[in-house]
């Protein structure tokens, strides 16, 4: 199960409260990861090893769960690439791999925004990259389900989206 949204989104905490309702995998942000790492935020070039590495957490995640929450996906990088570098060559193998994802949860930027060192940008890009990121999603045809509301009622409202699906014999990622 994907979480998308732009920064400051609550797709970490939601991602985090699924994964501990359901005692199920839980794949991080390898982006956050990488900027701590370097002190910065990734270059141009940089992009393409970001989404793989995000991809492969996620394979490797799938492949020890039956359930796994993830707080991102490549289709993020892929519209990051877009935004700061005027770059799409990481989209169509992002929305390929979006595509395998059983169900994608968009955390709606109805949050306060708040800042949280060099990856962030301020409300007025996050709302640019929301409608950026839903209209990525409708031109590839992706499905969503939106989150919105307080962290409370954003896990309700993910807890039932997931219910029909959790039913299911095979739940992936």
Known sequence: MALLGAECTGKS???EALATHFNAGLVTEYLREWCDTHGRTP??????????AQAARIEAAARQH???FCDTTPLITALCSQHYFDDDSLL???VAFQRRCDMTLLCAPDLPWQSDGIQRDGPEVRARFDARLRAALAAAALPWVDIEGSDAVRLQRALQALAPRLTAPAARS
Request: net charge neutral; proline share 5%.
């Open 66 to 68: 039956a359930l796994v």
């Open 13 to 15: 905490t939601l991602a």
């Open 92 to 94: 169509a193998g992002a």
């Open 43 to 52: 270059q141009k070039h940089e992009q393409p090893h970001i989404a793989q």
